[in-house]
């Protein structure tokens, strides 16, 4: 089976989720083709970035007007590009640009998206895949009945293999063309996450503190854990509708999912909402004073005491073991 992955970049640094969806496409097109798909200011210089880790061959597309993220710009690269190799599947990751991008590139193809998931396979000559639902209370198997499958990975679930140095495929560059008056929507301004900081969906170990941290200021708290841990900082809604986080911080239904590797609650009781973001975390510590939050039900490790207390304590133990 033919595969293409979209392979999301960001001033010449691939997104970890978007190696993971090259790795994965790897292995959904074995006996088939893999190509991959480079968007953006200097994609012909980067791309080789990606070569070991398995694409048959790499298409970049460098265009003045796609420098910056659009939606239309960059659906229509991606379809041009899709028309022209006709896979069988297409895969992005589903980072806030995949989210974005598969749905428009999905109604411009007249295909379904099977958005979020964390398994894939073939279902005859069907992509197939395997998503949570109801706030990842449940799984369910569906399958794309239009071709090309279109489906978005989500971050940290399929596994990154290690590149292989050797494995030198063709890179080169697909011949597109857009004009501005393509493009209705365009970048104005860009603001970054805070420098050194850790992106929430991709942090190997995740510190997210809740209504029991009682304030902004007492989030320097987590902030001292995750340095000694080289944590990503989350928040939980309540937190973050106190005005003591920013939403990109939030994690849960209405927020962002995380799966790493290591997930410390801290002060969160566990509302089904922000459940839904982190229950498929491999392993999940959570620290309360109340013994009955229904955190603890899904953690596979319980800390019933004051935070204030604990946290620090746990702090200078990490520091003292390093």
């Known amino acids: 089976m033919k595969v ?4 999301e970049q960001r001033e010449g640094e691939f997104r970890k989720a978007a190696i993971e969806a090259c790795c994965e496409g790897r292995r959904l097109s074995t006996g088939g083709d893999l190509t991959v798909v480079v968007i953006g200011k200097g994609a012909y210089g980067v791309a080789r970035n990606l070569c070991g880790f398995g694409p048959d061959k790499i298409l970049s597309i460098d265009h003045p007007l796609l420098e910056q993220y659009s939606t239309e710009g960059y659906a229509m690269a991606l379809d041009a590009v899709i028309r022209s190799e006709k896979p069988d599947a297409v895969l992005m990751a589903g980072t806030s640009m995949g989210r974005d991008l598969a749905p428009r590139l999905g109604a411009r193809l007249g295909v379904p998206v099977l958005a979020d998931v964390v398994q894939l396979s073939w279902q005859d000559t069907k992509l197939s895949a395997v998503r949570p639902i109801y706030s990842g209370k449940l799984f369910t198997k569906i399958a794309s009945l239009g071709r090309p499958g279109i489906a978005t990975t989500r971050p940290k679930a399929f596994p990154a293999a290690v590149p292989d140095p050797t494995h030198q495929p063709p890179v080169s560059v697909f011949p597109f063309e857009i004009s501005a008056g393509d493009i209705h929507a365009r970048v104005s301004q860009t603001q970054s996450e805070a420098e050194g900081a850790i992106e929430l969906t991709e942090a190997d170990i995740v510190v997210s503190g809740g209504r029991g941290l009682k304030s902004n200021e007492n989030f320097v708290l987590l902030e001292q854990l995750a340095r000694t841990l080289g944590a990503a900082v989350g928040a939980s809604r309540a937190a973050v509708d106190a005005g ?16 790493p590797t290591l997930y410390i609650a801290c002060g969160i ?23 009955e939050a229904p955190i603890f039900k899904i953690a596979d490790y319980g800390i019933v005491g004051d935070v204030f207390e604990v946290v620090p304590a746990l702090t200078e133990a990490l520091k003292a073991m390093k």
């Not at 293409?4 to 392979?7: D, K, Q, R, T």
């Not at 009781?269 to 498929?280: K, V």
């Open 4 to 7: 293409l992955v979209f392979a």
């Open 244 to 259: 003591w986080r920013g939403h990109g911080d939030q994690v849960g239904q209405t927020g962002k999912v995380v799966s």
């Open 269 to 291: 009781s566990g509302a089904i909402q922000h459940l839904a973001g982190m229950t498929s975390s491999k392993v999940i510590v959570a620290i309360n004073k109340d013994p």
